[in-house]
């Protein structure tokens, strides 16, 4: 759990091993309340698993903490600077890479231009108009090479609108990826993959994790529980809104109130 | 070397366009250019950006009355008063896309029109402007001091520079590092604000940029047509780009091209014949919409499997 002196700290603390942190984070629709009250704590370099049964706001929180949603009440803080008030594209900016539960392409552009577009991001050519787009072939290397991690070095050049799902998710992964993020949110990052798919994209969560000397983190939404058990130095369940648990998976295996909530929800 | 379908097609359809005056009127084929660069400039957001503006008469009509005042009260040369049309459509642009961007779908376009409106009722309404007569007897002058606009065949190679440098400068805001960013934003603006991207500059960007060339056929028009009237900023012209596009093909680049020559020739080929003019393009619109859902050229462009 947090440190209990963090609870009463100033909004601006300096940099601790906390990443990222939410302080009675609220979102209400319309009086139902998806996310009630989160204190929600992540720690620098650690792969952090949000699990839960279907409907219980772990999307939610992922569109709190990049603001795709606004909070109706509470804070947000990434690295001891509270972002409650951001855009979503100053939040990626800052470092916040995320992916989409249902798979987030650009249908007409190629997978190479798919990824491509992330890492243009970086440079002052974004705005070039009256360039030719062959001044954008410096970033393909680098793009191909996203595209091999993920195993879709071989379809770069097929509209991502093309590609089967299990492909789109990995095609994501890669975009993601390439904005070199400091803390990437994966929201179900293995659904509609293929057995073979699962494993490789497993390892390259785990390896992305290791990468920048261990520093990056990595949230994680999977109901694949194997796998979940496998990659998380952390979990925290969450149901109704609210975190019914936190801990290692052989804490969370454990604990009863978990074990209920799982019960008839048809994972386990 | 070989050349790419789309550069063979282009070098054919500039040489068809280099014939054409010893075969069709000068004066049908300026028309048609001009609505094409028009076109051509709307689908830069439409095809492009993903953005439905029902407003662009703004600026093709704006420019119109700008380029014929500058040229009538105010003596500019041609060439002058064109580029004071074209930046004026700018300047409108940036006004009316800061406005309009924010809001989504229909309501940018019900905002782009609402806009619109207010421009046609200042024309209807302002001084300068002659009202339902609007601005007549535009000087034509001297293009660059050399090329005699009053001149049909010679204005004629004028506006056919002039629309194709147009559409030059189009296929290559499309085809840029911009370009890319612009299409991503159409594919899925989420995952493009997700990226980092402040999808709302890139969209006002191009709004400007459709706007200037949108004016550039505006000003064009005025000065070798010697005329600005309150049909070209009414909300029937935003309409009738519009359709063109539709009919050609959206996000194809010779697609408005080719449906402004398809419905200024049908409308020119109608006007003797008694027939309700807007009712049978209206027919042909829809049948041709039924039939070729990606537009003639993107219909054409996906059977022989090529981007044109
Ligand atoms: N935009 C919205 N408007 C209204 N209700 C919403 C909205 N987004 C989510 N909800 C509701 O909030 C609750 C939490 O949804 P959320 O998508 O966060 O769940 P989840 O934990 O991601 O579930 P799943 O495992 O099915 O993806 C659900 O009851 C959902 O119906
Ligand atoms: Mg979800």
Redesign the interface.
């Known amino acids: 759990m947090t440190d209990p002196a963090m609870t009463d700290a100033p909004t601006v603390v300096p940099i601790t091993d906390v990443v990222l942190e939410t302080r009675g984070l609220t979102k209400s629709f319309r009086g139902f309340t998806a996310v009630r009250d989160l204190d929600f704590t992540v720690r620098r370099g650690t792969i952090h698993a949000l699990i839960g049964p279907n409907g219980a706001g772990k999307t939610t929180v992922f569109n709190l903490l ?1 603001k ?1 949603l606004a909070p109706t009440s509470g804070h947000i803080l990434h690295d001891g600077v509270d972002i409650t008030a951001a ?4 939040i ?2 800052r470092g916040i ?2 992916s ?1 539960q249902i798979s ?6 190629t997978a190479l ?2 990824v ?3 890492l ?2 970086r ?1 002052p ?9 062959s ?2 072939a410096a970033l393909n290397d680098r793009a191909l090479a996203l595209l091999a991690e993920v195993g879709l070095e071989a379809r770069a050049q097929e509209p991502a609108g093309t590609l089967p799902y299990g492909a789109k998710k990995a095609l994501e992964i890669a ?1 993601t990826l390439a ?1 070199d993020p400091d803390v990437l949110l994966l929201d179900e990052p293995l659904a509609g993959m293929g057995r073979e798919d699962v494993a490789r994209t497993a390892a390259l969560i785990r390896r992305t994790a290791q990468k920048e000397n261990g520093r990056r983190t990595v949230v994680m939404v999977e109901h694949n529980l194997g796998v979940v058990a496998d990659l998380s130095d952390r979990i925290t369940v969450l149901q109704r809104g609210e975190i019914l648990a936190e801990g290692s998976y052989a804490d969370i295996a454990a604990d009863r109130a978990v074990r209920e909530a799982y019960m008839g929800t048809g994972h386990a | 070397m070989r050349l790419s379908p789309l550069t063979s097609l282009t070098l054919v359809a500039l040489a068809l366009l280099l014939a054409a005056p010893w075969v069709v009127y000068p004066a049908f084929l300026m028309k048609a250019l001009c609505f094409a660069l028009f076109a051509a400039a709307f689908n830069l957001l439409l095809g492009y950006a993903g953005l439905l503006s029902f407003g662009h008469a703004a600026f093709f009509g704006g420019a119109a009355y700008v380029t014929a005042h500058a040229a009538k009260v105010w003596g500019w040369p041609p060439e002058l008063a064109i580029l004071g049309g074209t930046l004026a459509a700018a300047a409108l642009g940036l006004a009316m896309g800061a406005l309009a961007i924010r809001r989504q779908g229909i309501y940018f376009a019900m905002t782009t029109l609402a806009l619109a409106q207010m421009l046609f009722f200042l024309f209807l309404q302002a001084p300068f402007t002659g009202g339902e007569d609007g601005i007549q007897g535009v000087p034509q002058g001297r293009l660059l001091g050399l090329i005699d606009l009053g001149q049909p065949t010679d204005a004629y190679y004028a506006v056919l520079a002039i629309a194709a440098l147009g559409h030059l400068a189009l296929y290559r805001i499309v085809h840029s590092p911009f370009g890319q960013v612009l299409k991503a934003v159409r594919d899925n603006e989420a995952r493009a604000r997700s990226l980092g991207y402040e999808v709302d500059r890139y969209k006002l960007t191009a709004f400007v940029l459709s706007a200037t060339l949108a004016g550039l056929a505006g000003g064009t028009k005025a000065l070798v047509f010697q005329i600005a009237t309150l049909t070209d900023v009414q909300w029937q012209m935003s309409g009738e780009v519009v359709l063109m596009t539709l009919l050609g093909g959206i996000g194809t680049v010779a697609g408005p091209a080719v449906g402004a020559f398809l419905s200024v020739g049908l409308e020119s080929a109608l006007a003797t014949s008694g027939l309700p003019v807007p009712a049978v393009i209206g027919a042909v619109f829809i049948a041709c919409v039924l039939v070729f859902r990606r537009g003639l050229v993107g219909e054409i462009g996906a059977r022989l499997k090529i981007r044109l």
């Open positions: 990049t795709f855009s979503p594209a100053a990626a900016r890479g995320r989409f987030a392409t650009f249908p007409h552009l231009e798919n491509r577009v992330a243009q991001r440079t050519g974004r705005f070039h108009f009256w360039r030719p787009e001044t954008l975009t904005l």
